[in-house]
């Protein structure tokens, strides 16, 4: 089973940017994708990329995030800009191909 190693999160101000980097162990199979779960609430999908580069998002982070992939590099990517208090959660990278999830990163958005 693939291994996934999140990195790139960390603390921004509102209105900043964080770009979020997911390291795949084997080669990116299928389509991939970005979750985050915020304390006390359930895990929510916030973007998803097929195996062709089609991409969609979760309303709340539509024309501010953008997911991106490169299969040579094993990496798929989120870059997270004019960030809202209301983003801070922990962020999960996942492939539906192996049913992978990576460890998990804090990304918290100070007001």
């Known amino acids: 089973q693939t291994q996934l190693v999140e990195s790139g999160g960390g603390l921004a101000q509102a209105g900043g940017s964080l770009k979020l980097s997911c390291v795949a162990s084997?080669?990116?199979?299928?389509?991939m994708e970005w979750y985050r779960q915020a304390p006390g609430k359930q895990r929510e999908l916030v973007a998803r990329?097929?195996?062709?580069?089609?991409?969609t998002y979760t309303d709340s982070v539509k024309g501010r995030f953008s997911i991106a992939r490169d299969n040579t590099k094993r990496t798929v990517s989120l870059q997270m800009d004019s960030l809202k208090p209301e983003d801070t959660a922990v962020y999960y990278c996942?492939?539906?191909?192996?049913?992978?999830w990576g460890q998990g990163i804090q990304v918290t958005v100070s007001s």
């Open positions: 990329i097929s195996a062709i580069g089609r991409s």
């Open positions: 996942y492939n539906q191909y192996q049913d992978s």
């Open positions: 084997e080669t990116l199979s299928g389509t």
